[in-house]
Protein backbone atom coordinates (compact mmCIF):
# COMPACT_ATOMS: atom_id res chain seq x y z
CA UNK A 1 0.00 0.00 0.00
CA UNK A 2 1.01 3.79 -0.92
CA UNK A 3 1.47 6.59 1.47
CA UNK A 4 2.08 10.19 1.96
CA UNK A 5 3.94 12.20 4.50
CA UNK A 6 2.37 14.40 6.69
CA UNK A 7 4.99 16.63 9.18
CA UNK A 8 7.72 13.41 8.83
CA UNK A 9 5.01 10.44 9.46
CA UNK A 10 3.16 7.97 6.94
CA UNK A 11 -0.52 8.33 6.16
CA UNK A 12 -2.08 5.73 4.10
CA UNK A 13 -4.59 7.34 2.18
CA UNK A 14 -7.42 5.04 1.38
CA UNK A 15 -8.15 6.91 -1.65
CA UNK A 16 -7.86 9.92 -3.66
CA UNK A 17 -11.26 12.01 -4.34
CA UNK A 18 -10.51 14.29 -7.03
CA UNK A 19 -12.64 17.55 -8.42
CA UNK A 20 -12.82 18.17 -11.57
CA UNK A 21 -13.48 21.38 -13.90
CA UNK A 22 -12.87 23.81 -10.64
CA UNK A 23 -11.35 26.39 -11.85
CA UNK A 24 -13.58 27.95 -14.44
CA UNK A 25 -10.76 29.27 -16.77
CA UNK A 26 -9.53 25.57 -16.72
CA UNK A 27 -12.89 24.75 -17.56
CA UNK A 28 -12.88 26.94 -21.03
CA UNK A 29 -9.36 25.43 -21.44
CA UNK A 30 -10.74 22.09 -22.40
CA UNK A 31 -14.06 23.28 -24.20
CA UNK A 32 -16.05 21.98 -20.79
CA UNK A 33 -19.44 23.02 -19.38
CA UNK A 34 -19.85 24.44 -16.92
CA UNK A 35 -20.90 21.77 -14.26
CA UNK A 36 -23.76 21.77 -11.94
CA UNK A 37 -22.62 20.23 -9.15
CA UNK A 38 -19.32 19.39 -8.45
CA UNK A 39 -17.55 16.93 -10.42
CA UNK A 40 -15.98 14.17 -8.72
CA UNK A 41 -13.99 11.35 -9.42
CA UNK A 42 -11.38 8.71 -7.25
CA UNK A 43 -8.14 7.58 -7.96
CA UNK A 44 -6.93 4.59 -6.15
CA UNK A 45 -3.87 4.20 -3.34
CA UNK A 46 -2.38 2.16 -6.07
CA UNK A 47 -1.74 5.76 -8.53
CA UNK A 48 0.22 7.59 -5.92
CA UNK A 49 4.26 7.05 -7.04
CA UNK A 50 6.42 9.47 -5.69
CA UNK A 51 8.39 10.14 -9.42
CA UNK A 52 6.66 11.51 -11.95
CA UNK A 53 6.95 9.10 -15.32
CA UNK A 54 6.33 9.56 -18.70
CA UNK A 55 7.41 6.74 -20.74
CA UNK A 56 4.08 5.59 -21.62
CA UNK A 57 3.60 5.78 -25.18
CA UNK A 58 0.35 7.72 -24.86
CA UNK A 59 0.48 11.90 -24.03
CA UNK A 60 0.61 12.21 -20.53
CA UNK A 61 -0.76 15.81 -19.18
CA UNK A 62 0.03 17.50 -15.87
CA UNK A 63 -2.93 19.01 -13.74
CA UNK A 64 -1.02 21.02 -10.49
CA UNK A 65 -3.79 20.71 -7.80
CA UNK A 66 -4.08 22.02 -3.86
CA UNK A 67 -4.23 19.11 -2.30
CA UNK A 68 -5.84 17.89 1.28
CA UNK A 69 -5.56 15.45 3.73
CA UNK A 70 -8.58 14.72 5.68
CA UNK A 71 -8.00 13.24 9.65
CA UNK A 72 -11.51 13.24 11.58
CA UNK A 73 -13.20 14.46 8.33
CA UNK A 74 -11.26 17.68 8.59
CA UNK A 75 -8.50 19.14 6.85
CA UNK A 76 -5.75 18.36 8.62
CA UNK A 77 -2.93 19.26 6.00
CA UNK A 78 -1.90 20.63 2.69
CA UNK A 79 0.05 19.49 0.09
CA UNK A 80 0.91 20.14 -3.68
CA UNK A 81 -0.65 17.56 -5.95
CA UNK A 82 -0.18 16.42 -9.25
CA UNK A 83 -3.16 14.56 -11.16
CA UNK A 84 -1.89 12.91 -14.41
CA UNK A 85 -4.21 12.39 -17.31
CA UNK A 86 -4.21 10.63 -20.28
CA UNK A 87 -5.27 13.38 -21.91
CA UNK A 88 -6.06 11.36 -25.50
CA UNK A 89 -7.87 8.71 -23.94
CA UNK A 90 -9.98 10.82 -21.79
CA UNK A 91 -11.06 12.57 -24.28
CA UNK A 92 -12.15 8.94 -26.10
CA UNK A 93 -14.05 8.10 -22.96
CA UNK A 94 -15.56 11.52 -22.28
CA UNK A 95 -17.19 11.12 -26.07
CA UNK A 96 -18.51 7.43 -25.43
CA UNK A 97 -19.62 8.56 -21.96
CA UNK A 98 -17.54 6.26 -20.68
CA UNK A 99 -15.74 6.04 -17.04
CA UNK A 100 -12.36 7.50 -16.80
CA UNK A 101 -10.43 5.46 -14.97
CA UNK A 102 -8.35 4.04 -18.06
CA UNK A 103 -6.82 8.23 -18.09
CA UNK A 104 -6.89 9.27 -14.50
CA UNK A 105 -6.49 5.77 -12.19
CA UNK A 106 -3.35 3.91 -14.22
CA UNK A 107 -0.17 3.47 -12.12
CA UNK A 108 1.80 6.74 -11.47
CA UNK A 109 -1.23 9.02 -11.84
CA UNK A 110 -1.11 10.78 -8.39
CA UNK A 111 2.19 12.26 -7.11
CA UNK A 112 2.80 14.66 -4.15
CA UNK A 113 4.50 16.80 -2.17
CA UNK A 114 5.38 16.31 1.20
CA UNK A 115 2.27 17.29 3.46
CA UNK A 116 2.35 20.10 6.14
CA UNK A 117 -0.12 20.64 8.97
CA UNK A 118 -2.48 23.39 8.02
CA UNK A 119 -4.54 25.40 10.75
CA UNK A 120 -4.81 28.26 8.67
CA UNK A 121 -7.18 30.25 6.50
CA UNK A 122 -7.92 27.75 3.86
CA UNK A 123 -9.49 30.39 1.62
CA UNK A 124 -6.03 31.96 1.22
CA UNK A 125 -4.76 28.44 -0.22
CA UNK A 126 -3.33 29.35 -3.62
CA UNK A 127 -0.60 26.98 -6.02
CA UNK A 128 2.27 27.73 -8.38
CA UNK A 129 3.58 24.98 -10.71
CA UNK A 130 6.67 25.92 -11.74
CA UNK A 131 8.44 23.79 -15.44
CA UNK A 132 12.01 24.93 -15.64
CA UNK A 133 11.69 27.56 -13.65
CA UNK A 134 9.10 28.93 -15.60
CA UNK A 135 5.57 29.73 -14.25
CA UNK A 136 2.79 27.71 -16.06
CA UNK A 137 0.09 27.22 -13.33
CA UNK A 138 -1.03 29.31 -10.85
CA UNK A 139 -4.73 29.47 -8.71
CA UNK A 140 -6.47 29.49 -5.79
CA UNK A 141 -9.33 28.94 -2.86
CA UNK A 142 -10.81 31.88 -4.15
CA UNK A 143 -11.09 31.14 -7.61
CA UNK A 144 -12.68 27.71 -6.93
CA UNK A 145 -16.17 27.47 -7.73
CA UNK A 146 -16.41 24.73 -4.83
CA UNK A 147 -14.34 25.58 -1.70
CA UNK A 148 -12.22 22.80 0.31
CA UNK A 149 -15.42 23.11 2.67
CA UNK A 150 -18.50 22.49 0.79
CA UNK A 151 -16.23 19.60 -1.42
CA UNK A 152 -16.03 18.02 1.80
CA UNK A 153 -19.69 18.25 2.59
CA UNK A 154 -20.59 17.31 -0.98
CA UNK A 155 -18.14 13.90 -0.61
CA UNK A 156 -19.97 12.68 3.00
CA UNK A 157 -22.84 13.19 1.43
CA UNK A 158 -22.28 9.65 -0.51
CA UNK A 159 -19.29 8.26 1.10
CA UNK A 160 -17.09 8.19 3.80
CA UNK A 161 -13.81 10.06 4.57
CA UNK A 162 -11.40 7.50 6.01
CA UNK A 163 -8.67 9.19 7.88
CA UNK A 164 -5.28 9.79 5.73
CA UNK A 165 -7.50 10.48 2.84
CA UNK A 166 -6.42 12.61 0.37
CA UNK A 167 -8.67 15.63 -1.96
CA UNK A 168 -7.64 16.87 -5.05
CA UNK A 169 -9.50 19.79 -5.33
CA UNK A 170 -8.84 20.65 -9.42
CA UNK A 171 -6.65 22.30 -11.38
CA UNK A 172 -6.36 25.73 -12.69
CA UNK A 173 -5.62 26.85 -16.34
CA UNK A 174 -2.34 25.85 -17.92
CA UNK A 175 -2.22 21.76 -18.42
CA UNK A 176 -0.25 20.47 -20.67
CA UNK A 177 2.32 17.49 -21.53
CA UNK A 178 5.15 15.93 -19.86
CA UNK A 179 8.69 16.49 -21.06
CA UNK A 180 11.45 13.96 -19.96
CA UNK A 181 13.74 15.90 -18.08
CA UNK A 182 11.47 19.14 -17.33
CA UNK A 183 11.85 19.72 -13.90
CA UNK A 184 8.80 20.66 -12.33
CA UNK A 185 8.09 22.63 -8.62
CA UNK A 186 4.82 22.96 -7.21
CA UNK A 187 4.65 25.31 -4.26
CA UNK A 188 1.31 25.64 -2.01
CA UNK A 189 1.01 29.10 -0.03
CA UNK A 190 -0.85 30.98 2.17
CA UNK A 191 -1.29 34.23 0.91
CA UNK A 192 2.35 35.05 0.38
CA UNK A 193 4.17 32.30 3.04
CA UNK A 194 5.22 29.41 1.45
CA UNK A 195 3.23 26.23 3.55
CA UNK A 196 4.92 23.23 1.61
CA UNK A 197 6.49 22.67 -1.88
CA UNK A 198 8.21 19.22 -4.04
CA UNK A 199 10.22 19.33 -6.88
CA UNK A 200 10.52 16.49 -9.55
CA UNK A 201 12.50 15.82 -12.51
CA UNK A 202 10.35 13.85 -15.14
CA UNK A 203 11.80 10.49 -15.66
ZN1 LIG B 1 -7.41 17.30 -11.99
Not at 124 to 137: A, G, K, P, T
Not at 156 to 176: H, Q, R, Y
Request: glycine fraction near 10%.
Amino acid sequence: MKTINLEGKEVFPSKIICIGRNYVDHIKELGNEIPEEPVIFIKPNSSIAADIQCSEPDEIHFEGEISIVVLSGEIAGVGFGLDLTKRKLQSRLKAMGLPWERSKAFDGAAVFSEFAAFEGQVSDLRLELHINDRLVQQGGCKLMMYKPAEIIAEVKSFLSLEDGDLIMTGTPAGVGPLQAGDRFNGKIFEKDTLVVEGSWVVQ
